[in-house]
């Protein structure tokens, strides 16, 4: 069994600069979220994709998108970088309609740093 | 807006020290409770969970959590931590027929040798 795994492991970008961080999902699975985690604090939900489609959204602005492929893997987009979008980006795949279907197993995250 | 709150932010514990680890969730309706940890360099995994029943849970490593219906809460629990009980500690909730996951800020424990 393939756990999730995130691409890539580190990133520096600058403000106003666009990113695309990746997600392959846990063999079986067929949902993916998208969490934001701040040094110091708990991950915030950012979005989910279920069926390639978003599935709900916490409270992250439009410039913050997603994509879910036919093979559940999944991308996060975030344009316009923000010095405040530097964070832990975590990925999470969970199977929707199985048993248990709250269960979610993250990947090692994506470190984004903003200058 | 439904939010999760936990007690301690940084706890420190000497070996075979009993430890508990509170978590107070805001949320009226029916929810399933988490509790995962991360060890440093590692990435978050699953400790125990809650969905209905029995509302004592028994996770990995010894760890358990009762979930008190009237009190809001979720707490964790060990009898005796050992040092690579070492990790962060977070309590995370989402409401029935809601996949989203709601965290806490979690818990940083120290086991002194």
């Known amino acids: 069994e393939t756990g999730v795994t995130q691409s890539p492991t580190h990133l520096i970008k600058t403000r106003g600069q666009q990113v695309t961080l990746r997600c392959s999902s846990q063999?079986?699975?067929?949902?993916v979220s998208w969490y934001q985690q701040a040094l110091g604090q708990g991950p915030q939900f950012i979005f989910q994709?279920?069926?390639?489609?978003?599935?709900g959204r916490g409270n992250f602005p439009p410039r913050f998108s997603g994509l879910q492929f036919p093979n559940y893997s999944s991308e996060l987009n975030v344009n316009a970088l923000e010095l405040d979008d530097s964070a832990l980006y975590l990925c999470?795949?969970?199977?929707?309609?199985?048993?248990?279907?709250?269960?979610?197993?993250f990947g090692p995250g994506t470190r984004l740093t903003v200058t | 807006a439904q939010s999760v709150s936990q007690h301690n932010h940084h706890v420190i514990l000497s070996e075979a020290a009993s430890l508990e680890l509170g978590c107070n969730y805001s949320?009226?309706?029916?929810?399933?409770l988490f509790w995962y940890v991360q060890y440093p360099g590692q990435h978050l995994q699953l400790l125990l969970k809650?969905?209905?029943?029995d509302p004592l849970v028994k996770g990995i490593k010894g760890f358990e959590a009762e979930f008190i219906k009237s009190k809001f809460s979720f707490n964790l629990r060990k009898p005796s931590v050992q040092w690579s009980d070492t990790a962060e500690y977070f309590c995370?909730?989402?409401?029935?027929?809601?996949?989203?996951?709601?965290w806490g800020a979690g818990t940083k424990l120290i086991i002194k040798p």
């Open positions: 063999s079986g699975h067929n949902t």
């Open positions: 999470a795949s969970s199977l929707v309609g199985g048993i248990p279907s709250y269960e979610q197993y």
């Open positions: 809650y969905f209905s029943g």
């Open positions: 995370a909730v989402t409401p029935d027929s809601n996949y989203q996951l709601i």
């Open positions: 949320y009226g309706g029916t929810v399933n």
């Open positions: 994709y279920y069926r390639e489609e978003e599935n």
